[in-house]
């Protein structure tokens, strides 16, 4: 068993950050009972590297009649994609009564329509797992809050009930549903703070217990497989009368003390934070390097990719690129393009003006997606993601079939190649399109890319489906070049090279063993020369180039 006594004066600085003078000096005993209880562990998470490409998938989006849809996934991707997978993002597992998964009914018990706690332990012997911890909210239907409106004593204060002096004027909104929802109590009714929906109560953090608990749960999450814990909306798990309430001081502490009790237990557990907002916002979430998250969603980088491929011209993702550096070596960028979500939009505040972003809009509705909105302050809707199969977006009324599978190719070619670690949404790795049909049969705009696939059909359809065939085979050639080389290590520098608009291209370098590699792809239709910076060989064809390269429509390159 690990000894956490020394890390008692740690916890206490959290502790006293978070509650300033609501702390009590048995905060932080009770607290590191909570550490020592879960500090043996068996198993130690290896260190990311050039390897790691994580998938991101629900536990039932690949299922066959009759199976557990966990096993299901877990046998498909390791007859299919071992070697090319080394991390699982499970989306959230547990029972739930909305939202897909992110209303959830009980922490710590698995969906029963997915599997078990067996399921997971076996796929975590061929797969790191990656956990979704949705901490901000759970479901009105939960024990929790069940026991809550019953005025039970260890659950009266677990949600955030209104107060009337509070001051919620200024406060951001993610969805356009109102901030409060009343619920039936045993005692009379409960207003309650809903960030995302009726369905969905927050948790109150702001109450001591309710911090123990959701430590607890995370620990827990480590000792049951999870190498990487996803913090799902974790910006709003704070509330303050007069703030925004989200991205508070207490909201990042609280992420610097996971930070700090999980690296005693597991050094190299990856704590991920979702934060879908403005670049600037986002990255604070580093904390100083070293203190906070060890990742952090990047999310600007797919509708800055859409942008240029819409646009034929790259200057404005290599502008917003030269701002991306090395955070350390223990803290990168999570990278993707696609997810269950929509691409959100308010991370390219500040770098597409309206009349650029109305492009995407537009472009989205012309290939059979929607825009989704978001409430603002002053009572005004914004744009806050666009629903759409991500390679259906990138398609042009002219594009062949063969033109768009390298388009897509193309575009998963920045993300393989950017500082960071890439995920690729399972849709994305299977050269899906659209799901209309469940987007009109269920009035959720999301469900057009969460489509669910029987896994006899999709085998058939991957040998002899040329969309999915081509996507599938061309991404698991592409992931192998990256892993070839040290160059593409999460932690390797990256320098954005200037160059034609119609190219973005980069030079990752890892220092610590020499390796060097320039990447350029052309995101336009037109045949591009680019110069060289160095000589060298190119990874995918391994020919010897020198001096120049001519980069043919969506064409890119890896010079070694």
């Known amino acids: 068993m690990k000894q956490t006594e020394s890390l008692k004066p740690a916890i206490e600085k959290h502790l006293k950050a978070i509650y300033s003078d609501a702390y009590q000096a048995y905060f932080t005993e009770q607290l590191n009972q909570v550490v020592e209880k879960w500090s043996a562990l068996e198993h130690q998470t290896k260190p990311l590297t050039e390897e790691n490409v994580y998938l991101i998938t629900y536990g039932d989006s690949i299922y066959e009649a009759d199976q557990a849809p966990l096993s299901t996934l877990h046998h498909f991707l390791k007859e299919e994609a071992e070697g090319m997978i080394t991390d699982v993002h499970l989306l959230p597992m547990f029972p739930y009564t ?34 979704d911890f949705v901490a901000n909210h759970m479901s009105k239907s939960s024990d929790w809050f069940q026991r809550f409106l019953a005025d039970d004593e260890k659950y009266k204060h677990y949600f955030f009930e209104k107060e009337e002096n509070f001051d919620t004027s200024n406060v951001v909104r993610p969805r356009t549903s109102p901030i409060f929802h009343s619920y039936k109590g045993e005692k009379g009714e409960k207003t309650v703070w809903t960030t995302f929906s009726e369905d969905q109560v ?13 430590t607890e749960i995370l620990l827990e999450y480590i000792h049951k497989g999870a190498s990487s814990v996803r913090l799902d909306a974790i910006g709003f798990i704070w509330k303050q009368s007069g703030s925004s309430c989200i991205h508070l001081e207490q909201a990042h502490e609280i992420i610097k003390l996971w930070n700090t009790v999980t690296s005693v237990i597991d050094p190299e557990v990856q704590i991920i934070t979702e934060t ?4 600037k916002e986002n990255i604070s979430y580093f904390g100083n390097g070293k ?26 993702l290599s502008n917003w690129a030269k701002t991306i550096e090395k955070v350390s070596n223990q803290s990168t960028y999570f990278n993707f393009l696609a997810s269950h979500d929509g691409i959100g939009v308010r991370p390219v505040e500040g770098i597409l003006n309206n009349e650029e972003l109305g492009h995407l809009l537009k472009k989205v509705k012309q290939n059979g997606g929607e825009v989704s909105y978001k409430t603002n302050p002053d009572g005004t809707q914004s744009p806050y993601e666009l629903n759409i199969n991500y390679m259906d977006m990138l398609k042009d009324d002219s594009d062949s079939a063969e033109q768009l599978v390298q388009k897509s190719l193309a575009a998963h070619s920045i993300l393989l190649s950017f500082i960071g670690v890439p995920a690729i949404y399972y849709h994305s790795l299977l050269g899906s399109d659209n799901d209309r049909e469940g987007l009109e049969k269920s009035g959720i705009n999301r469900r057009i890319n969460r489509e669910k696939l029987e896994v006899n059909q999709l085998k058939e359809e991957l040998k002899n489906d040329y969309r999915r065939q081509s996507v599938f085979n061309g991404l698991k050639d592409m992931i ?5 080389t040290s160059a593409f290590s999460p ?9 034609d608009n119609r190219v973005f291209s ?10 060097k590699v320039y990447f350029a792809v052309n995101v336009s239709t037109e045949s591009v020369e680019v110069d ?8 995918q064809s391994q020919k010897t180039v020198n001096r120049t390269l001519s980069l043919n429509p969506y064409d890119f390159v890896w010079v070694k």
């Open 491 to 499: 932690y390797a520098e990256q320098q954005v090279i200037e160059s």
């Open 291 to 316: 203190d906070e998250a060890h990742m952090v969603y990047q999310f600007t980088l797919p509708p800055l990719v859409q942008y240029s491929f819409a646009k034929n011209n790259a200057e404005k």
């Open 480 to 484: 192998a070049v990256r892993k070839s």
């Open 202 to 214: 927050d948790v109150n953090f702001n109450h001591f217990p309710v911090l123990v608990e959701m």
């Open 276 to 279: 879908n907002v403005p670049h």
């Open 532 to 539: 060289l910076p160095f000589d060298g060989v190119e990874l």
């Open 98 to 131: 909305s939202d897909d998964g992110f209303s959830v009914l009980d922490y710590r018990e698995i969906n029963p329509d997915l599997g078990s706690w067996s399921d997971i332990e076996e796929f975590s012997k061929d797969f790191r797992l990656m956990f």
């Open 506 to 515: 980069l030079i990752r370098e890892n220092k610590d063993t020499g390796e």
